[in-house]
């Protein structure tokens, strides 16, 4: 999901919630662009309305990573194994970020994800 500025952030996080209360019942995994710095994602400072995104992800109980913001449900942190961050740059710039995601139909095949 990419946070378009000058717009504001409020806009993005309404699209956001409209993501998570869709699917709430499977769990959530969203990838962000925000567009936004906060030390709860491991930021040195908090700037460019990072404060905002910050009490939304707290309010909605969501776990989150390093780069810039993937944020998870409850319902599906624990199935998530093995993520990485990759060195290469993808054509946005950004890392690409990989994970495994553990599921019934692997579980029952003893597969690894």
Not at 7 to 23: C, M, N, V, Y
Not at 48 to 72: C, R, Y
Not at 75 to 82: G, N
Request: with cysteine; charged share 30%.
């Amino acid at each position: 999901m990419y946070f378009d500025r000058p717009k504001p952030i409020e806009q993005d996080l309404t699209k956001f919630d409209t993501g998570l209360q869709h699917a709430k019942s499977e769990g959530t995994i969203i990838a962000i662009d925000s567009k936004a710095r906060s030390t709860i994602w491991h930021d040195s400072k908090v700037i460019n309305n990072g404060k905002i995104p910050e009490d939304f992800i707290i309010s909605k109980h969501l776990h989150k990573s390093n780069i810039d913001l993937t944020v998870v449900t409850n319902k599906l942190v624990k199935k998530i194994t093995d993520c990485r961050i990759s060195d290469e740059e993808s054509n946005t710039e950004l890392c690409v970020i990989t994970y495994d995601l553990i599921t019934e139909i692997n579980k029952k095949n003893n597969q690894k994800p």
